[in-house]
């Protein structure tokens, strides 16, 4: 099946394309995906990040263009922080929104990711904190624990659940465009600029992008982030509440790999408590 075209690029190449396949793939698994890419996509008119159309989806696999990559460079990341708050500013129907013309859950990495179709009937459900604590916390705690990778943590991550429930976190910023999954790997350096990849779109709190990209180290981050705060100033305390964002994929984390991450995800907890 093919996809529409997503608008201007950096002159794509596709004689040699990416493919991307995971046998027995669930069904809409690399549909959803393409999905998020052409929402991600509908923001690059405006200003947005970069890209890659969608050459073919299939059940079990996605073909995308092959991306050329370089090194980082300063000026590079700068573009992005721009073009990252203009994705961002492109904005969702709600928290918790798929990408346009997707009705279904979606995933983060192989992970399911619960989605609100419709907007909440309620101004508390329709909160940020309300659609965080129960379609990202709750869900992939429950899973944590189900691995066996989250034990007295998981207190921490409830108290929060409870915090964000009593609207704790909010701020009155309408939804954002997200990415969903912004971490290094997921963020190509190329000639042409920054080309996101592999996202899990949905629309929620831009910070939650911004404090992916600070989990795992992303090259001139710093730059990244002065640059997205000119285009589009962050909230007063932005940094403090990067712990909050961060317990989410540490629980998705701990639920597909174990590890540390499980301990990771209470100490973010603690720290996004010890701010609300």
Same mark, same amino acid.
């Given at each position: 099946?093919?996809?529409?075209?997503?608008?201007?690029?950096?002159?794509?190449?596709?004689?040699?394309?990416?493919?991307?396949?995971?046998? $027995?793939?669930?069904?809409?698994?690399?549909?959803?995906? @393409?999905?998020?890419?052409?929402?991600?996509?509908?923001?690059?008119?405006?200003?947005?990040?970069?890209?890659?159309?969608?050459?073919?989806?299939?059940?079990?696999?996605?073909?995308?263009?092959?991306?050329?990559?370089?090194?980082?460079?300063?000026?590079?990341?700068?573009?992005?922080?721009?073009?990252?708050?203009?994705?961002?500013?492109?904005?969702?129907?709600?928290?918790? @929104?798929?990408?346009?013309? #997707?009705?279904?859950?979606?995933?983060?990495?192989?992970?399911?990711?619960?989605?609100?179709?419709?907007?909440?009937?309620?101004? @508390?459900?329709?909160?940020?904190?309300?659609?965080?604590?129960?379609?990202?916390? /709750?869900?992939?705690?429950?899973?944590?624990?189900?691995?066996?990778?989250?034990?007295?943590?998981?207190?921490?991550?409830?108290?929060?659940? /409870?915090?964000?429930?009593?609207? @704790?976190?909010?701020?009155?910023?309408?939804?954002?465009?997200?990415?969903?999954?912004?971490?290094?790997?997921?963020?190509?350096?190329?000639?042409? $600029?920054?080309?996101?990849?592999?996202?899990?779109?949905?629309?929620?709190?831009?910070?939650?992008?911004?404090?992916?990209?600070?989990?795992?180290?992303?090259?001139?981050?710093?730059?990244?982030?002065?640059?997205?705060?000119?285009?589009?100033?962050?909230?007063?305390? #932005?940094?403090?509440?990067?712990?909050?964002?961060?317990?989410?994929?540490?629980?998705?984390?701990?639920?597909?790999? $174990?590890?540390?991450?499980?301990?990771?995800?209470?100490?973010?907890?603690?720290?996004?408590?010890?701010?609300?």
């Amino acid at each position: 099946m093919s996809a529409p075209d997503h608008g201007p690029g950096p002159g794509w190449a596709t004689a040699d394309p990416f493919v991307k396949s995971r046998a $027995g793939a669930p069904e809409g698994f690399f549909a959803a995906e @393409a999905a998020g890419l052409a929402w991600l996509a509908g923001a690059r008119p405006s200003g947005g990040a970069l890209v890659p159309p969608v050459l073919e989806v299939a059940r079990e696999r996605i073909v995308l263009p092959r991306v050329e990559q370089v090194d980082p460079a300063p000026q590079v990341a700068e573009a992005f922080g721009r073009e990252l708050a203009a994705t961002h500013a492109a904005g969702a129907p709600h928290h918790g @929104a798929p990408p346009a013309r #997707w009705r279904g859950d979606g995933w983060v990495g192989t992970a399911p990711l619960r989605h609100l179709l419709d907007a909440p009937a309620t101004s @508390a459900g329709a909160s940020w904190g309300a659609f965080f604590a129960r379609c990202r916390l /709750a869900p992939h705690l429950a899973a944590a624990r189900d691995a066996g990778a989250v034990d007295d943590d998981a207190r921490a991550v409830e108290r929060l659940c /409870a915090r964000l429930e009593d609207g @704790a976190a909010e701020d009155g910023r309408p939804p954002a465009r997200l990415h969903g999954d912004l971490w290094a790997g997921n963020a190509l350096w190329t000639a042409a $600029g920054v080309v996101l990849v592999d996202p899990a779109a949905h629309g929620g709190h831009a910070e939650t992008d911004l404090a992916m990209l600070a989990l795992f180290g992303l090259p001139h981050l710093e730059r990244v982030l002065a640059a997205y705060d000119e285009a589009a100033p962050l909230a007063d305390g #932005w940094r403090d509440r990067v712990p909050l964002h961060q317990v989410h994929p540490l629980l998705v984390h701990a639920q597909l790999f $174990g590890g540390s991450c499980g301990a990771a995800a209470g100490s973010a907890a603690r720290a996004a408590l010890s701010v609300l």
